[in-house]
């Protein structure tokens, strides 16, 4: 009910190479035990979102056989995860040896880099292809911006102390979290062919296309503020806990922000080079 169809291990091998060097990463990073601030999670952002690119890219047949397996769902959090704790690792030890360096800097630069790299790529997919069609992502981007910042502004008003605690990592997941339910929202009620993977997510947009305002605005709208009202809850629910253990937190609403921006990004870039 809850998780996508489609979802499917990777082969033996690939599911075996995952979970070694996700637990080799997270010793690493324990190890080495690099701060995390409200900018480690705003550097993080980039790596997220490449996780999503590289999901769409794999659901359009980009890649070769043999590493596609690493790009599926669910193995494609695993993949990413490696990558992103072997960057964070790389960050945290060049930020020691310039002695003033940046972690947070050098890893949402990495990032940003890749995210640009990968982004390119696919539109160069697209144009290649003849499936270039931007103007609904675009549209869903803006979108997303001025419905995060609705949301953060009404959190800041209705719960100032939460967002002022959270801080840029608040941000992060409602935004993450804006951009999933605009893009699905506009992939339902406007791209012909697009249908939603999440039982319980098709089961609030079927709700939403119950009511009586879907021939106004689409049936969209309620996906959106479900997902809204949800993210914002759970940044509510984590001031304590931000306060008490802001690592372990702030780790904790990343993953959270994870499972917005991935499905997000990966729906833009479908509607954007999928010929849809």
Request: no cysteine; glycine share 12%.
């Amino acid at each position: 009910m809850v998780l996508p169809e489609g979802l499917a291990m990777p082969p033996l091998p690939y599911a075996i190479g995952l979970v070694v060097g996700v637990i080799g990463v997270v010793g690493l990073v324990y190890l080495l035990r690099p701060p995390v601030t409200n900018w480690t999670v705003v550097a993080l952002s980039p790596w997220l979102a490449v996780g999503g690119v590289l999901h769409g890219l794999e659901r359009l047949g980009t890649f070769p056989g043999g590493v596609e397996p690493l790009f599926g769902a669910p193995a494609v959090y695993a993949t990413m995860a490696i990558v992103t704790g072997l960057a964070w690792a790389f960050a945290g030890v060049s930020a020691e040896v310039r002695t003033h360096g940046s972690t947070d800097r050098t890893l949402g630069t990495i990032g940003a880099a890749i995210l640009i790299t990968f982004s390119v790529f696919a539109v160069y997919q697209g144009i290649n292809n003849g499936t270039l069609a931007p103007f609904w992502p675009v549209i869903a981007l803006v979108v997303s911006g001025v419905v995060t910042a609705i949301a953060w502004v009404l959190l800041s008003l209705a719960f100032t102390e939460s967002a002022s605690v959270t801080g840029a990592t608040g941000v992060v997941v409602i935004a993450a979290h804006a951009i999933d339910g605009v893009s699905t929202a506009i992939g339902y009620d406007v791209i012909p062919n697009v249908s939603e993977r999440t039982p319980l997510s098709r089961l609030v947009l079927e709700i939403g296309d119950a009511l009586p305002t879907a021939e106004l605005i689409g049936a969209g709208w309620l996906f959106v503020f479900v997902k809204l009202f949800i993210a914002s809850a759970v940044v509510v629910l984590f001031r304590e806990y931000v306060k008490e253990e802001p690592t372990q937190a702030r780790l904790l609403l990343a993953l959270v922000a994870a499972v917005g921006l991935g499905p997000g990004i990966q729906n833009l870039l479908v509607f954007a080079i999928g010929g849809l």
